[in-house]
Structures are given as structure tokens and as C-alpha cells.
């Protein structure tokens, strides 16, 4: 019963997330931005892990979530630094919406900071980036969202998944909708394309989502 109320916390939670009309043009600008402003009860978005601030740092808490590192330390031998901090996650990643543009074609990421408003506007835009933990950031790159057969047992009691070789990482439940409305956003805002695959799959994680809040209400 106690993951049940859990779950559907996060749900009402992620579920409630508004867009913002804050516009900022630099990445770095936009993380100082969320970080000042973020809310006392936000949660990481792949595993709805309480976060904490120590200075200026973002940290999360496993305490109620039940994450646990999928590795612990480095291939050098090394802390997982990553595991231990929380960072601003591009829900579109900037290689998915920077691969559509031609500054991405004629030097990558650094070409498109330099010469291109409109990427740097889409990578600064803070209703794409959302608080995840440093090492689930890494570890989903710029793979798509999809389903996996698979359990959820990477990251303790985490829900997410990352599978490595089909390059696809399926989110919490909780999650879903927040991820779906994000596309659409910068469908609408940039003119984002994404396959009609991806589209399908976005709608039902929205009709899904609207399903689960009317039967909570029932509660």
C-alpha cells in the first residue's frame, strides 16, 4: 500500500508539471535558473528520488525511492560522481533536435552554440529539461523512449530502463506524461519532428496518464 500512495504521488505530481513562459538563450543560464527556483518538493524524473541542496549543488535523496547506483565506481576505480548529483536532463535530447538543423550537420553541438539562435534558444528552453540523476542522464544519452520486456532492476528499486544495446530507455509510469508533453511542446514551439512510431507512442502515454488521474480522483 505505502509504494501504491508512493506511485500515485509521483503521478499527481509529474501530472501537475506547467509550462513555463521563462525563455532564457544560454544552457548554463537556464540550470542556474531551475536550480534557484526549484520547487521544495520536486522529485528526479527517472525515479521520482526527493533532492536536496548542499550549496550549490543538487544531490538526491534514495532515501524514499530507492535508488541504488548501477555502478558504484568508475572504470578507473573512482567514485561515480555522477550517481551521487543531480543534473538538467534535455527530455528531447540536444542531439535529437540538433541533428535537425544545419548547423548540427556542419560541426556539431559547438558549431550550433556558436552560429545558431534558434539551437541555442531549444537547448536553453527550460520546459525540455527536467532534474535527473546524474548517472540515469548518462546512461540514456540520446537513446529513444520506447518498452522493454525487461524488469526494472538496474537501479534498485528505480523504475526506469536502459537497454544498452537496442539504444531505448523506458521511463517510470509516473513519468510518462511529462516526457510526452515535452515533445509536443517542441513540436509545436520549434517544429520538432519525430517519427510516427514515437508520436503513437507519446499519445498513448497522454491517454494513459489522463486515465490514471480520473480513476485517483475516484479515490
Known sequence: MDMIRF???LLAFFVCFSLSAEEFTRFSTAKKHLIKTLPSNAKSIYCGCDIKKQGKK??????NCGYVPRNTHTRSGNVNARALRIEWEHIVPAWEFGHQLQCWQDGGRKNCRKVSAKFRKMEADINNLAPAIGEINADRSNYRFGMLSESATQYG????KVNFKQRVIEPPFYARKQIADAYAYMQKTYGLKISNKQQQLFNAWQQQAYAAQTNTKKL
Open 7 to 9: 506511485i500515485l504521488a
Open 157 to 160: 528499486r528505480c523504475e526506469v
Open 58 to 63: 543538487l544531490v538526491p535523496d534514495p532515501t
